[in-house]
T-cell receptor, first 111, second 116 residues
Framework: GENVEQHPSTLSVQEGDSAVIKCTYS??????FPWYKQELGKRPQLIID?????GEKKDQRIAVTLNKTAKHFSLHITETQPEDSAVYFC??????????FGPGTRLSVLP | GAVVSQHPSWVICKSGTSVKIECRSL??????MFWYRQFPKQSLMLMAT?????????EQGVEKDKFLINHASLTLSTLTVTSAHPEDSSFYIC????????????FGSGTRLTVV
């Protein structure tokens, strides 16, 4: 089955700096890679996603890159703000199957 | 957008009692719903997949007789934690996939269960 690894487990950055979170997956059949942001006690919120036919996707301060050959994808947050502080989960999925989540990254943006 | 309602948002129960959690898709039909459990500072772990009108598929290590799942309609799935114990205390989250969408997953708001 699919296995998703995520690094780092914790990340602290100064406000205004960039943050990068990396994930690797094991199943080359996976073709959809969403990123979720979860604040304490709340549901995960989809912030950006990418499909396997695309190498990069950007939405304002957030971008995701995908390297299918290496089977890894990354989340990039630029100009970080204190409200970006949360736990971020990557996930990988094959069409019609359930998500396999990474272990999460706790991001702290220091003012 | 698609909305999934999950109730209750939090519940405290005594050891040995049962608790039912509801997951309802409000504006779409969900052939498949997923139930996750999340312990503090950990990731979401899939417990079971429920398909409307059929038996749920449980992940390895999840007791099907303890975590009863019912998906009687295209808009409602329920998870019942039977004979709850303190170690069952966790955050339970459902997600639903739209009938017509391959990747259209929507999460419920979650239920924090505390067993005392």
């Amino acid at each position: 089955g699919e296995n998703v690894e995520q690094h780092p487990s914790t990340l602290s950055v100064q406000e205004g700096d960039s943050a990068v979170i990396k994930c690797t997956y094991s199943d080359s059949a996976s073709n959809y890679f969403p990123w979720y942001k979860q604040e304490l006690g709340k549901r995960p919120q989809l912030i950006i996603d990418i499909r396997s036919n695309v190498g990069e996707k950007k939405d304002q301060r957030i971008a995701v890159t995908l390297n299918k050959t290496a089977k890894h994808f990354s989340l990039h947050i630029t100009e970080t703000q204190p409200e970006d502080s949360a736990v971020y989960f990557c996930a990988a999925i094959m069409r019609g199957q359930n998500f396999v989540f990474g272990p999460g990254t706790r991001l702290s943006v220091l003012p | 957008g698609a909305v999934v309602s999950q109730h209750p948002s939090w519940v405290i129960c005594k050891s040995g009692t049962s608790v039912k959690i509801e997951c309802r898709s409000l504006d779409f039909q969900a052939t498949t719903m997923f139930w996750y459990r999340q312990f503090p500072k950990q990731s979401l772990m899939l417990m079971a997949t429920s398909n409307e009108g059929s038996k749920a598929t449980y992940e390895q290590g999840v007791e099907k007789d303890k975590f009863l799942i019912n998906h009687a309609s295209l808009t409602l799935s329920t998870l019942t934690v039977t004979s709850a114990h303190p170690e069952d205390s966790s955050f339970y989250i459902c997600s639903a996939r739209e009938v017509a969408a391959a990747y259209g997953y929507t999460f419920g708001s979650g239920t924090r269960l505390t067993v005392v």
